[in-house]
């Protein structure tokens, strides 16, 4: 514990891990995301906290693509090549294994358990340094069927995403 309360406690909230992916033209890429729930039945909106300034944010525009790749938690490897930015890490694309989703083309992960596919609809500037990327589920496939204590989450690589 901490003397930072609000710290303390955004870091016990439990979170999922993911690939998040995207594309612009040629242009592809893969990072891991946490922030990320789904907001709306119907339609059946997923909302994303994307850093302004990270690659991924630059090749998003309202009317594109975005992919959430989930993975089981025996396949965390498969996930640890995109956790470097694009910035310090140029060729991780060029490592990564990856297909293009049928719809937008957005990279869906060697290994991972389900992929849902996602139309931007909206991207919500709300005054910090992430944005919300708010997108309506267009396509999704399971590869690898699991139930949510065996899909790969923050808690038990111990790692932390918030405060
Ligand atoms: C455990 C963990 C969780 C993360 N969650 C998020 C997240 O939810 N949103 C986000 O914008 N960045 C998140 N990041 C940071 C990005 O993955 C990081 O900024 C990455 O370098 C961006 O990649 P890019 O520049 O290639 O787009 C997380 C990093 C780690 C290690």
Same mark, same amino acid.
């Given at each position: =514990?901490?003397?930072?309360?609000? @710290?303390? &406690? /955004?870091? =016990?909230?439990?979170? %999922?891990?993911? +690939?998040?992916?995207? @594309?612009?033209?040629?242009?592809?890429? !893969? =990072?891991?995301?946490?922030?990320?729930? #789904? =907001?709306?039945?119907?339609?059946? $909106?997923?909302?994303?906290?994307?850093?302004?300034?990270?690659?991924?944010?630059?090749?998003?525009? *309202?009317?594109?693509?975005?992919?959430?790749?989930?993975? $089981? #938690?025996?396949?965390?490897?498969?996930?640890?090549?995109?956790?470097?930015?694009? &910035?310090? @890490?140029?060729?991780?694309?060029?490592? +990564?294994?990856?297909?293009?989703?049928?719809?937008? %083309?957005?990279?869906? /992960?060697?290994?991972? !358990? +389900?992929?849902?596919?996602?139309?931007?609809?909206?991207? *919500?500037?709300?005054?910090?340094?992430?944005?919300?990327?708010?997108?309506?589920?267009?396509?999704?496939? *399971?590869?690898?069927?699991?139930?949510?204590?065996?899909?790969?989450?923050?808690?038990? /690589?111990?790692?932390?995403? +918030?405060?």
């Amino acid at each position: =514990m901490s003397d930072d309360k609000i @710290k303390d &406690a /955004l870091r =016990m909230m439990p979170y %999922g891990f993911y +690939a998040f992916t995207t @594309k612009d033209g040629d242009d592809v890429n !893969a =990072m891991v995301v946490n922030w990320v729930s #789904q =907001m709306s039945y119907a339609p059946r $909106l997923l909302a994303v906290g994307i850093q302004k300034s990270c690659y991924s944010r630059g090749l998003l525009a *309202v009317g594109g693509g975005f992919g959430l790749n989930l993975f $089981l #938690q025996a396949d965390s490897d498969a996930i640890m090549g995109i956790t470097s930015g694009r &910035a310090k @890490k140029p060729e991780k694309m060029d490592a +990564a294994d990856y297909t293009a989703a049928p719809e937008t %083309g957005v990279p869906v /992960l060697a290994n991972s !358990a +389900a992929y849902i596919e996602c139309k931007v609809t909206q991207i *919500v500037d709300v005054g910090g340094d992430h944005d919300i990327i708010v997108g309506e589920a267009i396509n999704a496939d *399971v590869m690898k069927e699991a139930a949510p204590p065996d899909v790969l989450s923050l808690t038990e /690589l111990g790692w932390s995403y +918030a405060g």
